[in-house]
């Protein structure tokens, strides 16, 4: 079968591969769609998966069709799927406690499209009882946004929105305007977003979701953001995992607020602590989701209660994958989803 592999730093090339083969334990899918994450990014940058080995095959936002159904024999071949790319041990401290996602095994177990083979291929093994059926209701494009849809509510769940609430979001990446999304759901009062790149910010505006979308490079910013919240946001949900970032969502914190990281930098970040101190913030980071979390985001896509398709910005085939990471690394990609069709 085909496949894109990672092959060295910025460095992804189509190749023959073995089709995987499956000893009657997993389900095989035929890949028909799989999402680019900001995560796919950072292992194109460094050539490298999670193990730190080359030859990955990224890819962990996807659907497709029943190619063998294995142990899940109430899945007819052909019939349409995704799945959670997650493996948890389920005996940890972390699983039994129901954080399977904050599985104390981590890396040390495969993950799809992060240290074993993802949906950048024609073909995929998955761990049966992750396999989730897709609707009728579900497109492929909506499809690959479960998985980041899950990634948001997560965040909005860490936070805990109630009705009313001031919220920011600062990023208005696919997860920025997807937690701005769910903070509309789950009853916020005041929505505003905060992006440095004029697309996003048109795109985020034109979703409807929020009620203000500022310049996060504006040096204003701060000042804009009090005015709007009055005597500041009840919470922040920070998505860049920039330091500005994390700066403008201390400063615009009101006293007791809650600042959720939910943006991912392999590099140490630099924030103002000494903000976090003097208005006793609470801090906490989201990472992933839970199972339900997944479950909840793919009902609400496909009951049409939470809007994903206009997400996807471009549709590109394996020939053009190397081309489009190059595109995405730069400072204006003027994309938000790129999804690739085997
Ligand atoms: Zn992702
Ligand atoms: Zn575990």
Not at 75 to 102: D, Q, V, Y
Not at 109 to 131: C, H, K, Q, T, W
Not at 287 to 304: G, N, S, V
Request: hydrophobic share 45%; charged share 20%; proline share 6%.
């Amino acid at each position: 079968m085909h496949a894109i592999r990672l092959e060295g730093p910025r460095l992804l090339k189509l190749a023959e591969v073995p089709m995987p083969e499956t000893d009657g334990r997993q389900v095989r899918m035929r890949v028909c769609a799989c999402g680019i994450c900001g995560s796919d990014l950072h292992y194109w940058q460094s050539g490298l998966g999670m193990d730190g080995k080359p030859g990955l095959i990224l890819g962990h936002e996807f659907c497709g069709t029943v190619d063998d159904p294995g142990p899940r024999s109430d899945l007819a071949k052909e019939a349409r799927i995704t799945a959670l790319p997650l493996n948890p041990c389920g005996f940890c401290e972390s699983c039994t406690g129901g954080l399977s996602h904050l599985c104390l095994q981590g890396m040390k177990r495969p993950i799809p499209g992060n240290n074993s083979p993802g949906a950048f291929a024609e073909y995929m093994l998955l761990r049966p009882d992750m396999v989730r059926a897709l609707p009728d209701s579900i497109s492929d494009k909506q499809a690959v946004l479960i998985e980041p849809a899950a990634v948001a509510l997560h965040a909005v769940r860490q936070a805990g929105i109630k009705v009313g609430d001031r919220v920011l979001i600062v990023g208005g990446g696919p997860i920025g305007v997807l937690v701005a999304a769910w903070a509309r759901i789950a009853g916020a009062g005041l929505v505003v977003l905060s992006e440095v790149d004029a697309f996003r910010r048109a795109f985020a505006k034109s979703r409807g979701d929020v009620d203000a979308v500022l310049n996060g490079k504006d040096p204003e910013l701060v000042c804009k953001l009090k005015k709007l919240s009055g005597s500041g946001f009840d919470m922040a949900i920070e998505t860049s995992a920039k330091d500005q970032g994390c700066h403008a969502a201390l400063a615009a914190l009101k006293p007791r607020g809650t600042l959720v990281l939910a943006g991912i930098s392999f590099a140490a970040q630099q924030i103002p602590t000494l903000l976090a101190v003097i208005k006793e913030i609470r801090i906490l980071g989201a990472f992933a989701y839970h199972l339900d979390e997944f479950d909840t985001a793919l009902t609400f896509i496909a009951e049409k209660r939470l809007a994903v398709e206009d997400l996807v910005t471009k549709t590109i085939g394996f020939d053009e994958v190397q081309n489009t990471f190059q595109q995405l690394s730069s400072p204006l990609p003027d994309q938000m989803k790129v999804m690739i069709k085997p």
